[in-house]
């Protein structure tokens, strides 16, 4: 079993509808838990945090975090095309280890105009 | 505030050699990690600097080697190259406060033939 996998891909979407991305995650240490987005070519950027369990909201991105299910998901609202991208989960243990981040293997959205 | 940069861009090397990577991390962040990313093993954590020290080492050999200065730029070392090194190396910085964010930089994108 992989310490954090995302949903398979690829997923589409229609312009205007919402996105759902999903990660679970092993261990149960894990403190902190970041959604980056990576365009083709480029390096991950980071589009949410989240420590606590329940919700987060940012523009159009909501993530949510269950701790005692071990899963956090993003849910992009409104999908743009220009949300066409794939988004990486990062989980760490944060506290001296928060500098090493265990990702998933992430989920590559399309979204159609 | 500038963000993390990363030279060189781009590498072609040949097996048998050694490459240096270096990283500068965003101004008063004293932590930076290095990652791999491969198409086959996705985003993978190599190790994480911290005060000129390393703190945290992933499940790589011992080819990969790093180092952290006193201005918290950081060098990444290959030694040997393999066919197989050919990736997108990425550095991220934190600031640390044990929960924090990292900021990735672009990458550097080294080929080995």
């Known amino acids: 079993q992989k310490e954090v996998e995302q949903n398979s891909g690829p997923l589409s979407v229609p312009e205007g509808a919402i996105a759902s991305l999903n990660c679970t995650y092993s261990d149960r240490g894990s403190q902190s838990f970041f959604w980056y987005r990576q365009y083709s070519g480029k390096s991950p950027e980071l589009i949410m945090s989240i420590y606590s369990n329940g919700d987060k909201e940012d523009g159009r991105f909501t993530a949510q975090l269950n701790k005692a299910s071990q899963y956090v998901s993003l849910l992009i609202r409104d999908s743009q095309p220009s949300d066409s991208a794939t988004y990486l989960c990062?989980?760490?243990?944060?506290?001296?280890?928060?500098?090493?981040?265990?990702f998933g293997d992430g989920t590559t959205l399309t979204v159609k105009p | 505030k500038a963000g993390v940069t990363q030279t060189p861009r781009y590498l072609i090397k040949t097996r048998g050699q050694q490459v240096t990577l270096s990283c500068s991390p965003i101004s008063g962040h004293r932590s930076v990690s290095w990652y791999q990313q491969t198409p086959g093993q996705g985003l993978q954590f190599l190790f994480e600097y911290f005060s000129e020290t390393q703190r945290n080492k992933g499940n790589f050999p011992g080819r990969f080697s790093g180092r952290q200065f006193s201005n918290s730029r950081s060098e990444m070392n290959v030694s040997t190259l393999e066919l197989g090194d050919s990736a997108l190396y990425l550095c991220a910085s934190m600031r640390y406060t044990g929960t924090d964010t990292q900021y990735f930089g672009p990458g550097t994108r080294l080929t080995v033939l």
């Open positions: 990062a989980v760490n243990i944060g506290g001296t280890n928060a500098g090493k981040s265990t």
